[in-house]
């Protein structure tokens, strides 16, 4: 389509050159930023309302942009069944690390949230749910002890309350800023997630681009129904860095999705916008008595 506009603009261009002899210029057009946005995939330019309409789906190729948390769980939930749980919880600076009380406020004003996580009930056609979801807009979804407790809760409260748990990661790992702090969530949400486990309750884990790091060293990986979103950038370290350390040549695309389903790390890829049908259908198919959570 934009080869195609481009296309006639040169030949418009040269009809007025020649019949019309008359010289054509442009002058710059000062578009405001985020008007528009460039497809990663096909390059193209998308006017940010249509984005926004097809769910950040570019309508040219179908890659799938990153989504922010609320927009994410609005598209999943019932409308106006979700009840978000534990927004008070908050990073703190246990490491005293210049500037990152700013850094956290700027992502804070990026995603209108107060964590990199958003959390809470609803139901998905009826059926209730625990669910979460990481905002890449808020340092990149990075899991410090605040976004590690969170997710805890969440978990626990699934376990307590007998519910279905659906978590959606984006996250570029833990958070360096809190050192060791961020590196222990990766053991607390996983020890959590096997008393939920231990329970008979189902946990579908949902990969977004990108899920990285320690978030997909720990609950990322640790669904009973590993469900990878279409267009997702999936692993642990970058390419480079892993190339560096192994000394070896990588195969192409391996941490496409279609790579981690081919080698058994997901169980399917699933479109946005057959996700929410796709989780009720699972969610359904698991149901012990064939009743709503309530």
């Given amino acids: 389509m934009n080869d195609f506009l481009e296309h006639r603009k040169k030949r418009l261009e040269e009809f007025k050159k020649t019949v019309r002899k008359k010289e054509v210029t442009y002058k710059p057009i ?11 995939q096909c390059g193209a330019a998308i006017y940010e309302k249509t984005l926004q309409l097809g769910h950040y789906i570019c309508p040219f190729c179908d890659f799938h942009f990153r989504m922010n948390a609320t927009s994410r769980v609005d598209l999943i939930v019932d409308e106006g069944s979700f009840e978000s749980l534990y927004d008070d919880i908050r990073s703190l600076n246990p490491l005293g690390i210049q500037n990152y009380e700013e850094k956290v406020k700027i992502g804070q004003e990026l995603s209108k949230l107060n964590e990199a996580f958003l959390c809470g009930t609803g139901k998905i056609v009826g059926i209730k749910v625990a669910i979460g979801a990481l905002d890449s807009t808020f340092m990149m979804g990075s899991m410090g002890s605040a976004v590690g ?14 519910l279905p748990l659906v978590i959606f990661s984006a996250s570029g790992g833990a958070r360096m800023q809190e050192g060791i702090y961020s590196l222990m969530q990766m053991a607390k949400t996983s020890a959590a ?10 946990y579908i884990s949902v990969l977004t681009n990108p899920t990285t790091g320690g978030v997909a060293a720990s609950f990322a990986s640790l669904g009973d129904i590993m469900i990878a979103e279409k267009s997702s950038l999936i692993g642990f370290a970058g390419a480079r860095v892993i190339k560096q350390t192994i ?15 081919n080698h058994g790390q997901v169980d399917m890829i699933v479109h946005r916008s057959d996700m ?4 009720y259908q699972l969610l359904k198919l698991h149901q012990k008595d064939g009743h709503d959570n309530d």
């Fill in 149 to 162: 407790e969170k997710v805890s809760r969440l978990i626990e409260y699934a376990t307590k309350h007998k």
């Fill in 247 to 261: 000394r070896q040549d990588l195969p192409e695309g391996f941490q496409t999705d279609e790579f981690q389903l």
């Fill in 276 to 279: 929410r049908k796709t989780l």
């Fill in 193 to 202: 997630l096997l008393r939920h486990d231990q329970e008979n309750l189902l």
């Fill in 30 to 40: 000062d578009i405001p930023e985020g008007l528009f946005f460039k497809c990663d």
